[in-house]
């Protein structure tokens, strides 16, 4: 029991796990999600009767407070029903990155243990491979009969009495998430998000970024990504706002789905908004619903930010990651063209310090550190990995984001970049994100990356991947004579390779590891 005052307040609340249900009980008839996909439209009351359908269809296989229930899949509508329905039974959600192999696929499974494996059925080849090696007891496919030897299914439209199902306690500490880090440094580590991290960020969503009911977004991260539940899906759901669930990214469609269903609030990573700006449709496009453009995932280039800025659109950048969060900064609109490249202010209930990596004293404003975050939205640890958690996460609470920071002399936050892509060269510390900068915003250049690499004489020094605009053309030299006056000496890389195209992820953010 937690004491307020001289009144007790239980840890545990019966609306813990439940919000599908309580948001049904006050907004029953109004747009929940609209499935771009299915052209279906959902209303909060449809999907807490699908959320209770679907947790009595995992009560029946068994699953209970605290199993891991496994899901493989594109963005879809079931995908939703599976996390508001193991919400309400306690238990934990484990969505798998559909752009892994069988063999990374084994190992997280191992780690994890799930009773039940959800797929869709476009994924079958990849199911019946984690069949055949018994990684799983249970295996259901979404939407239609099972193609494996253990027939299951269930069908969510079926006309029954939405009667309560019979929950167990939970309450904040509980998991209801594991969601994989990128792994770029080694295997990807399962970070676990309790129903406090899910509650406490969309509070801190919700009130420091102004959000309201009438917002309309549309879904353009995965939904085995912390961004596709935590950035924005759980704090609409929570407001009563609607979410367009949207399949694989495709720019032109992405554009005519915002003009269409009047968007207010658009997030994505750079490479979206890049490749959005590409299109056709862009210049004749004027968003006139859109609020505001938020850009995460990885630093965003100004130059990107410009071609909504030039048609009078808010746009910035956003900060976060799966361990805390994922949102902790917020930038007024005031401030976006004055601190463009600026992540912002906190959010109201989340503490940050930028400290010395040498000393963890904390800096002055002014010097890069890495940044520590505490509050009530970070994570659990992560799973089955106690000794990770306890390098991530100290003592008192503070958390290691692993990113170099620095903070003005107004309070505003920088991302410097990552620690560990920071590079030494001859002595002196070099961040690519600073060279990743200007290198977009050179005429030619249409992606670029930096990374540093082993050199014998200054320990360091950069490796610039660019891909060059669609008819263009540039050489090596260029480069450099058009870094030269803007860059010290030792910042300017000394290997550029221009090639076809960058390495991504399934969020679409460059992949820096591959590049190695």
Known sequence: MVKVGETSIPEEYSWIGDWAGRRALLTPNREAILDNIKKKTY???????????????LMDHGISK??????????????????????????????FNIRLTIQELDYLIKKTGPTIFFYEPKLKSQAIEIKDKNLVSQYVVMGEKSVLSDPSSY?????????????????????????FTGGTTGLPKGATLSHRLIFWNSVNTILSW??????????????????????????FYHLGAKTILMGDFKPEETIEVIEREKSTIVIGVPTMFHMMANTPQFKSTNFDSVRIFISGGAPCPVAIMENYWAKNKPFKMGYGLTEVGPNNFYLPEGKIKQKPTSVGLPVIHCDMK???????????????????????????????????????IEPDGWVHTGDLAMQDNEGFYYIVGRRKEMYISGG?????????????KH??????????????????????????????????????????????????????????????????????????
Not at 430 to 438: G, K, M, S
Not at 461 to 482: D, M, N, Q, S
């Open 43 to 57: 209303t909060y009351e449809e999907l807490d009767f699908r959320a209770n359908k679907l947790a009595r269809v």
């Open 66 to 95: 605290g199993d891991r229930v496994a899901m493989f899949s594109t963005n879809r509508i079931e995908c939703v029903d599976l996390f508001l329905a193991t919400a309400k039974i306690g238990a934990i959600l484990v969505p």
């Open 155 to 179: 069908d969510l439209t079926q006309k029954i009495s939405n009667t309560p199902i019979e929950r167990p306690i939970i309450n904040f500490e509980d998991p209801h998430l594991i969601l």
């Open 210 to 235: 102004s959000l309201r009911p009438d917002d309309i977004q549309p879904l353009l991260f995965p939904l085995f990504h912390t961004g596709g539940w935590n950035v924005l899906l759980v704090p």
């Open 354 to 392: 930028i400290i010395d990596t040498k000393t963890d004293e904390v800096v002055k404003q002014g010097v890069v550190g890495e940044l520590l975050l505490k509050g009530p939205h970070i994570f659990s640890g992560y799973w089955d990995e106690p000794e990770e958690s306890k390098k991530t």
């Open 428 to 440: 002196e510390n070099v961040y690519p994100v600073e060279i990743e900068e200007l290198l977009f």
């Open 443 to 516: 005429p030619a250049v249409d992606l670029a990356a930096v990374i540093g690499v082993v050199d014998e004489k200054w320990g360091e020094v950069g490796k610039a991947f660019l891909t060059l605009k669609p008819g263009k053309t540039l050489h090596e030299e260029e480069i450099r004579e058009y870094l030269f006056d803007k860059l010290a000496k030792y910042k300017i890389p000394k290997y550029i390779e221009i090639r076809d195209s960058l390495p991504t992820s399934a969020t679409g953010k460059i992949l820096k590891r591959e590049l190695k």
